[in-house]
């Protein structure tokens, strides 16, 4: 360890290894009861998400990562699965003929219909039935700053 590194206090220690263990556990916690449930992980309802907030439901996959950050190499593997179930299709870009499109499905905006509640449910179980709003109204900006810390932009050449 360098001598510049100033080691963590007792607050900062705990605050690291409460954030380490919510990063750990709760998309496991969350994947053991909605996978049996609806057949999808929370990578797949994320990909799922995030194509129907899209603008005819369509991202380049590359931009489809850095929304749902994901790596490029995990979310060819997730588009390739949905793909097959027939959730979401993959197109050729029109403007660049070696990037592909992900666009979400008639069948997986359904799917995503239908999982909505019972993730909203685990959602709210795990996380929001633990806090106040006061709680929600101070951690809120905290994470979205620790998120926004973390961020790549994304991928601005669209097709």
């Known amino acids: 360890m360098g001598d510049d590194l100033a080691v963590l206090d007792e607050e900062e220690a705990a605050f690291w290894r409460s954030l380490i263990r919510i990063t750990t556990v709760l998309p496991r916690a969350l994947d053991d009861q909605f996978l049996p449930e609806t057949g999808l992980t929370v990578s797949d309802y994320g990909v799922l998400v995030a194509l ?47 990037a592909s499109n992900a666009v979400l499905t008639a069948a997986g905006l359904a799917k995503l219909e ?31 700053r620790l998120a926004a810390a973390m961020d790549t932009a994304p991928p601005t050449d669209d097709c």
């Open 114 to 144: 239908t999982a909505y509640p019972g993730h909203l449910g685990r959602v709210r179980a795990s996380v929001f039935d633990h806090l106040s709003s006061e709680d929600i109204r101070t951690a809120g900006p905290v994470l979205a």
């Open 52 to 98: 129907s907030e899209a603008p005819d439901h369509l991202l380049r996959i590359s931009a489809l990562a850095a929304t749902t950050a994901l790596s490029l190499s995990r979310i060819s593997r997730v588009v390739d699965d949905l793909t097959r179930r027939g959730l979401v299709e993959k197109r050729k870009c029109a403007e660049d003929g070696r």
